[in-house]
């Protein structure tokens, strides 16, 4: 089955401080994958999409960026956090264009 | 675009009650569409799915039907227990990369 791991699960941050939050996938190759934001109660913001390597697409212009140096492997990054980047970060993959996501564990930032 | 609308909570129950969440579609083509539950803390979990019309989800005591003439696919569960206390999110996937949910309805079951 498709699986996604997502670390740190908490992290504080100062503000300024660089972020690099990281997850893999194991089950499935070539997935599409996905960093959303969400904010406490609230519905999923998508940040970033990857349909493959090196191929970002961004949904909101903010501090924030994403990369994919790996089929695999999706990271999330900031040189300077803001206090308004915490939030429940959460990465996401689908395995093709009618199938369900899933979701990594989510990690949650508080920028202090 | 694709959108999905599903009912404002929270949605308070007493344990054993009888549930409903509406959710609502718009999508062009037919859409896999998903009802994914997220519990205090956690990531999405997908709860079911069904992928064409007049299909039926279920899982853990949870139904939802396809109905593509109402473009709808309501959650329901015949009687609740506490444990179900959660974030309930509908969600469709198309043609596009990328899923649509909906904003997400929270659930609060007393005993």
């Known amino acids: 089955s498709q699986t996604i791991h997502q670390w740190p699960a908490t992290l504080v941050q100062p503000v300024g401080s660089p972020l690099s939050l990281e997850c893999t996938v194991e089950g499935t190759s070539n997935p599409n994958l996905y960093w959303y934001r969400q904010a406490a109660g609230r519905g999923l913001q998508l940040l970033f999409y990857s349909i493959g390597i090196d191929q970002i697409s961004s949904e909101v212009p903010q501090n924030l960026s994403a990369s994919r140096p790996q089929d695999r492997q999706f990271i999330l990054s900031s040189k300077k956090l803001l206090l308004s980047d915490s939030g429940f970060y959460l990465c996401?993959?689908?395995?093709?264009?009618?199938?369900?996501?899933?979701f990594g564990q989510g990690t949650r930032l508080t920028v202090v | 675009g694709d959108s999905v609308t599903q009912m404002e909570g929270p949605v308070t129950l007493s344990e054993e009650a009888f549930l409903t969440i509406n959710c609502t579609y718009t999508?062009?083509?037919?859409?896999?569409l998903f009802w994914y539950v997220q519990y205090p803390g956690e990531g999405l979990q997908l709860l079911l799915k069904a992928t064409k019309a007049d299909d039926k989800g279920s899982n853990k005591g949870f139904e939802a039907t396809y109905r593509k003439e109402t473009t709808s696919f309501h959650l329901e569960k015949g009687s609740v227990q506490v444990s179900d206390s959660a974030v309930y999110f509908c969600a469709l996937k198309g043609g596009s990369y990328i899923p649509t949910f909906g904003r997400g309805t929270s659930l609060i079951v007393h005993p």
């Open positions: 996401a993959g689908t395995g093709g264009r009618y199938t369900e996501a899933f």
């Open positions: 999508a062009t083509g037919y859409p896999s």
